[in-house]
Structure formats: structure tokens, C-alpha cells
């Protein structure tokens, strides 16, 4: 069974692609799909159509294991904050085999999803006044 491993999270996701479902966000099969269908959140503002970067992540390890980059995506991920070559939308990076990839810093979002943030803990929200 294939592996996915998000970081800085370091959660590891062992799925099975001829079981899962289909989470309907982004291509099937994709980091986004295979996130959300396991509790983990990534954001995804437009809801996996591939009309945004909210879902960008940077591959660490498997690009290989991963489906090549359309022109559509190729044309969007250019735009990501903290652009790489090793940059890839979530939402369309279609996953084949053992894939390492993180989440920067500047894309995880307590609020947005209605999800919990994997980088704040136990964060107390400030108040003002």
C-alpha cells in the first residue's frame, strides 16, 4: 500500500486507492484526497478545481510517485508563495507510490475548512480589548 508523509506534522497516511473514497476534492487519488479522507486538513479554497494555490505543498521525497504536472497546474503553482521546483498542487498531484511532502508554514490555517491547525498546539487566541 502506498505512503504519504506530511510535514512538519510527520503524520504518515497509509491508504489503500482501490478502497478509498472519494472525497470529491480535487482528482481522486490526489495529496488532497488522500489528506482529507484521513482527518488531515490541507486548504483547498477553491475546492480542488485548480483555481487557486491554497493547496500548494513541496515535495521532500517520491516526485516520481506522483502524476505529471498539467500546463493548467504548471500555470497556477507559479504563483504560490514560496514558489519551487519542487512545488506541487495538492489538489492535482495524483499519488502512485510512497510521496513525502510539506506543507509550508504560510499555508496551514487554523479557520479556514472548519479544521483544527497542525502547527498551533494548544494556541489560545488572543484577546483584545
Same mark, same amino acid.
Not at 70 to 82: I, P, T, Y
Not at 86 to 93: E, I, K, P, V, Y
Given at each position: 500500500m502506498p505512503k504519504v508523509?506530511?510535514?512538519?506534522?510527520n503524520v504518515t497516511i497509509d491508504y489503500d486507492p482501490a478502497t478509498m473514497p472519494y472525497a470529491e476534492h480535487g482528482l481522486q487519488g490526489s495529496l488532497l484526497d488522500i489528506a482529507l479522507n484521513n482527518g488531515l486538513q490541507l486548504e483547498h479554497a477553491c475546492g480542488g478545481s485548480c483555481?487557486?494555490?491554497?493547496?500548494?505543498?513541496?515535495?521532500? *521525497?517520491?516526485?516520481?510517485n506522483l502524476s505529471e504536472e498539467?500546463?493548467?497546474?504548471?500555470? /497556477?503553482?507559479?504563483?504560490?508563495? %514560496?514558489f519551487s521546483l519542487?512545488?506541487?498542487?495538492?489538489?492535482? *498531484?495524483v499519488v502512485k507510490g510512497d510521496v513525502t511532502v510539506e506543507i509550508p508554514d504560510w499555508n /496551514?490555517?487554523?479557520v479556514?475548512? %472548519?479544521?483544527?491547525?497542525?502547527?498551533?498546539?494548544?494556541?489560545?487566541?488572543?484577546?483584545?480589548?
Open positions: 508523509t506530511f510535514l512538519p506534522a483555481a487557486c494555490t491554497t493547496c500548494h505543498v513541496i515535495v521532500k *521525497a517520491g516526485a516520481e498539467e500546463d493548467d497546474e504548471l500555470d /497556477r503553482v507559479e504563483q504560490a508563495a %514560496g519542487r512545488s506541487r498542487l495538492g489538489c492535482q *498531484a /496551514r490555517n487554523y479556514s475548512e %472548519g479544521g483544527g491547525s497542525i502547527n498551533l498546539g494548544d494556541a489560545i487566541p488572543v484577546k483584545k480589548g
